[in-house]
């Protein structure tokens, strides 16, 4: 059941771990002092030449922090297209989408872009995403939305929220609001609350699961900004990391001693050792009836018609 492929099936490609704002969910808030910087392109255009040759491969430009950050976020998501990695599924907060990056995310043919919210109200908006402005948030989204729609682009359009105690009593607003306009509403449940990247504290997934091997061993890789390589979305302070793509290919990493044991371990739970994975709760959602934890809301006929009379 467990083979692994001779090349990940989805890279997160970590543009910039740098962000504009300081969410009160958001794990970096356990390591502040760690240094930011910026993903070398010549290591981008390395990494997905070397994937363009085992497509298909899924590609995620982003991890811990905001990638329209990158000043040649454009170029390098556009060089992804071209050699056909897909889909490329953009996260974002919408910030930056000024209409130069609006037009140009639409133009190069992105498949994919969530926008993080987490409130329809700005006094909510405000304690939850520190340092945003509700305003421009909401209006980029909007024109971004707009433009798709005008230009017929097939762009997916997500808008997602993680419920904390500061957005609880206005969810079913949030959902209702954006159920008619986006493609995708996503309802997160907030996860490392306790101090361990990857711990999970809801309903949705039991506490007493007997373990079982995590699938994104054998399907993902995730690689920060500088090269180094971490072995999920939830691995976010490996060290040391698994490889170092500045020296080696994706497919030496991948196969390499590191990720290779890391798998042996999984596969024999009773001997797992690494201190990320001992504590993530993220490994069970494949074990679960539903493929996903917590909620997903697409337009009903009634609520798109609503919106468009």
Known sequence: MFLTPEFPRRLTLELTNACNLRCAMCPSRLRPELAKGLM?????????????EHKPVALVPFFRGEPLMHPQVLELLDHAKRRGLGP????????????GLARGLLDLGLDFISFSLDSVRPE???QIRQGGDFGMAMANVARFMDYRGRGGYAT???????????????????I???QSRADRTRIYYEHSGDGHTGSLDCPEVPRDMERRPCHKLFEDMVVYFDGGVALCN??????PVLGDLNAASVTQVWL??????????????????DGTCRHCDHWKISYLDKPYVGELYTPTWEARRAHQA
Not at 40 to 52: G, H, K, T
Not at 156 to 174: D, H, K, M, P
Not at 256 to 273: D, F, I, T, V
């Open 88 to 99: 490329v599924q953009l996260v974002t907060n919408g910030l930056l989408l000024d209409e």
């Open 124 to 126: 909510e908006y405000a």
């Open 176 to 178: 209702a609001y954006w």
């Open 40 to 52: 070398e392109p010549s290591l981008f255009r390395r990494i997905v030449d070397q994937a363009a």
């Open 156 to 174: 997916e359009v997500q808008v997602s929220a993680t419920r904390t105690g500061l957005n609880q009593e206005s969810i079913s607003q949030f």
């Open 256 to 273: 390499g001693p590191a990720y290779q044991e890391l798998r042996r371990q999984h596969l024999h739970p009773q001997e797992l050792q």
């Open 234 to 239: 939830h691995d976010w302070y490996r060290a």
